[in-house]
């Protein structure tokens, strides 16, 4: 079972920028999918990004143009970079993993974008 550790959350002021960071305990190797999810309070988790072991990603609507996604095989490492970062996307953001019908998910890193 592979371990996943975010990190790189913080406070930030609307329009601000944020880099999020998820390392993988060990090389991931085959047919998988990574990606960013997040979970605003009282609200359900939803899907930021997404990005495949071949390398096709996918965004959310809401962070399209805004935010990127990508991966870092040498390091087993998976980055989403947040720019014009708003109100709306302050929530606890999650690392995943799916490899077949297995998922793995990170503890989790709050973001708050805030004045």
């Known amino acids: 079972q592979v371990h996943l550790v975010e990190s790189g959350g913080g406070l930030v002021q609307p329009g601000g920028s944020l880099r999020l960071s998820c390392a993988a305990s060990t090389r991931i190797v085959g047919i998988y999918s990574m990606g960013w999810y997040r979970q605003a309070p009282g609200k359900q988790r939803d899907m930021v990004a997404v990005?495949?072991?071949?390398?096709?990603?996918a965004y959310a609507d809401s962070v399209k143009g805004r935010f990127t996604i990508s991966r870092d095989n040498a390091k087993t490492t998976m980055y989403l970079q947040m720019n014009s970062l708003k109100p709306e996307d302050t929530a606890v953001y999650y690392c995943?993993?799916?490899?077949?019908?297995?998922?793995?998910w990170g503890q989790g890193t709050q973001v708050t974008v805030s004045s």
């Open positions: 990005i495949s072991s071949g390398g096709s990603t």
């Open positions: 995943n993993l799916q490899v077949g019908s297995r998922a793995e």
